[in-house]
């Protein structure tokens, strides 16, 4: 309401329909028309035209990735166009996403990519399906060597300039 206690310009133009959508829902509940027969078709040849047929319905075979052994269902042409993308190996969505992902982390190709991450999923398939709790300790154990630089070369350049901020100053 408007201060002056007069209705919106709005709400007055949506009041004549408002009332007749309160007023029908007091009275018997009527059936909602087709399409067809609020245009004046009700063939029911029309209705089978706008079907499919199955004829024109691809075909679907089951695929199943080379990396982690996940199978999807789809048609022969996205299979083939994997398959092109891939070298010849068919790999499901989210592996492929991985290799992506991969192969710019890396700056390599495709090719590169995909065997690393096949390594990545036949260890994961080998172990870490069978033992998941020894799977996540190793894989722990991976990150916290990588945080605390345990046997890379530049391990001990870090523990000299650490120790150099820590000594105290040549007097």
């Not at 492929?96 to 994961?124: D, I, Y």
């Not at 399906?129 to 890379?152: E, N, V, Y």
């Amino acid at each position: 309401m408007a201060p002056n206690g007069e209705a919106p310009a709005a709400v007055a133009s949506m009041a004549p329909l408002l009332t007749t959508i309160i007023g029908n829902l007091g009275s018997a509940w009527q059936r909602t028309p087709s399409w067809h027969e609020l245009h004046g078709s009700t063939d029911d040849h029309i209705e089978m035209e706008l079907l499919p047929s199955i004829d024109s319905i691809p075909e679907v075979e089951e695929a199943e990735c080379e990396c982690c052994g996940m199978s999807e269902e789809c048609t022969p042409a996205y299979i083939s166009k994997v398959r092109r993308r891939f070298s010849g190996q068919w790999v499901c969505g989210l592996c492929a996403e991985a290799v992506a992902e991969e192969a710019g982390k890396r700056g390599c190709g495709l090719e590169e990519a995909l065997v690393a991450h096949m390594g990545v999923c036949r260890r994961f398939n080998g172990f870490g399906r069978t033992h998941p709790a020894l799977f996540q300790a190793d894989a722990m154990k991976g990150i916290l060597k990588k945080l605390s630089g345990i046997g890379s070369p530049k391990s001990n350049s870090r523990r000299e300039a650490m120790m150099e901020k820590a000594a105290p100053p040549a007097a």
